[in-house]
């Protein structure tokens, strides 16, 4: 793809379908050139459509973070996207409530969530990265597809913002408060996932390519390649991937997390064709 006319066209193709929950074919299997820089053009402006709709943006995504799923998806890196106000739930005690119907083809994933206090260096010192964090977080993430069947290549998806929907954020926790060796801690916890009482998937902070932390390393690096777009900031939040494989998830079940190895509470979360309840829907 080599016009800015090609990736206004397909920012206003993927944007429509995004505000409209339609999936479309994927731009990977028309001819021409769509490749990752391409997507990241059209992410971009979608972004700048976002901002002048009134979203406010608070952090970003990594997916794809766990390795397990990259043949399975056809990505053979993470991507990034961004988060926004309108797309970040703060919920309420440990059990809350989430709408489905603004998503093409749910599923959930169970992350880890970090909150800046201050910007990060461009390192993989994961110490150095941990010294600017404030909080950390258990969420779920729901991601999704407009492209069907979940069929796509890595252009396709870091079009689609990185699959991000929304984000359901659990009480953030001090770092402070947590073992006094984080480091090690955000690599071996572990993380069991059940609906409506059945374990569906397990997986360890290691899955999300060694550890959240290293995810966001990633990130940085990753971002000081790509001088025209922010790096991250003071203040921004970072959700850091999958730690179990992403699951499918309907209308009328309940998904619940349990939690070992780090002081973070497990989540539940029952899902509807409702709206959210009223005071939820902005960030911490």
């Known amino acids: 793809m080599h016009t800015q006319a090609d990736i206004r066209s397909v920012a206003a193709q993927m944007k429509a379908a995004q505000d409209e929950v339609r999936q479309i074919r994927p ?22 459509a976002r901002l002048a709709e009134g979203f406010v943006p608070v952090g970003r995504k990594i997916g794809f973070t766990n390795p397990e799923m990259w043949s399975l998806y056809g990505v053979r890196e993470p991507i990034w996207g961004h988060m926004y106000d309108k797309t970040v739930v703060n919920l309420s ?27 990060p260096p461009v390192t993989g010192d994961l110490s150095a990265i941990l010294e600017c964090i404030d909080w950390v977080a258990h969420g779920f993430e729901i991601v999704q597809s407009h492209f069907p069947g979940w069929k796509f290549q890595a252009p396709d998806t870091i079009a689609d913002g990185g699959l991000h929907g929304t984000l359901l954020l659990g009480e953030p926790q001090a770092v402070a408060r947590l073992e006094p060796d984080l480091v090690a801690a955000l ?27 290293a995810a966001v390393a990633h990130l940085i690096a990753v971002l000081a390649k790509q001088p025209q777009y922010m790096p991250l900031q003071a203040n ?35 899902f509807s064709d409702q709206e959210y309840p009223s005071g939820q829907g902005r960030p911490p």
Request: contains cysteine; aromatic residues 8%; negative net charge.
């Open 27 to 48: 731009f990977t299997s028309e001819p021409g050139a769509f490749d990752i820089s391409s997507a990241y053009k059209v992410s971009h402006l979608i972004h700048e």
């Open 93 to 119: 005690g440990r059990h809350s409530t989430c709408s489905l119907g603004r998503f093409a083809e749910p599923k959930i994933e169970p992350e880890i969530v970090f909150h800046f206090r201050s910007a």
């Open 187 to 213: 690599e071996s916890f572990s993380i069991d996932l059940f609906c409506d009482g059945d374990m569906r998937a397990a997986g360890k902070g290691r899955n999300v390519l060694g550890s959240p932390l």
């Open 236 to 270: 921004e939040m970072v959700t850091t991937g999958t730690v179990t494989a992403a699951q499918v998830v309907r209308c009328g079940e309940t998904w619940r997390t349990e939690i070992a190895g780090i002081a973070l509470p497990g989540l539940s979360v029952s």
